[in-house]
């Protein structure tokens, strides 16, 4: 399937819900395409469908001190972490264009990741039944979607700086007592989140274009 | 009477979570209208209301496990 992208750069969780609202509502009315959107995050913890308030590990004092907002999304999965040093994907995709069937959606998301990283070496892989993707037991992109009218929203997250790995600690990410990697921690080299974006949407480009499980 | 299903979601799926019910019982439905949200691996999906009326029963409440193909409600058309 075909879409277009758009770039959000930094910004505040809440308004890109907004934007992913919009797209949906276009895509729904018929007047919008099938929409890549890409931004970061200010630090932000979110709780998912299946979340667990117990998988928040730090009290709210404290994360309000270290200027992590808290919000509940509309997506499957438990709790995640979004930052500046993250790179996030929202497919805002009509499947009607694709495929419905939200097990394929999942791997296609996850075949998207692994191509992106493969593009710097990183060989990164699935680890079924999880979802997500993992590099040699360490989780490097989390997924959690939500579906209206067969229409996606929320997505993607890919760990790129690994400075911002730390606020991860303030949680147990997706219910699990897991580690966490980035794409520095696996090239060991400095890498800009705006020099890699392009090199994300070709991966989606790619993978959508001709999906394979 | 007509009977809302769990529909087909994909291969490998065989069922879900009622999450959330948009409605409840006895209120008024329109076609298209977001009725009931569920839960499956990694995803949340909103079932429409496949027809205008009343929701009439709910079968299948918020935290149960429903198969594809099973009765999540029932409405009445009108």
Redesign the interface.
Known sequence: MEFEAIDLGLIDYRRAEGRQEETFAAIKGRKGRSTLLLCQHHPVITL???ASINNILVPEKELKKKGIDVFPA????DVTYHGPGQLVAYPIFNLDDFR???????RTLESAVIEFLAGFGVNAQRCPPL??VWMDKEKISS???????WITFHGVSINIKKDDLGNFQAIRPCGMDIQVTSLESCLGNNIEIDSVKEDLINAFRKVFADPQT | MTKVYLPELGENITKATVSYWFFQEGEKVNEKDDLVELTTDKATFNLPSPCSGRLAQIILHEGDTANVGEVLGILEEG
Do not use: A, E, Q, V
């Not at chain 1, 419905?100 to 999942?106: A, C, R, T």
């Not at chain 1, 997924?143 to 009218?149: C, E, F, Q, T, W």
């Open positions: 998912g469908r299946s509309r997506r499957g999965g419905k069937d939200i097990y394929f959606f999942l979802t997500g997924i959690g979607i939500g579906i209206r009218n």
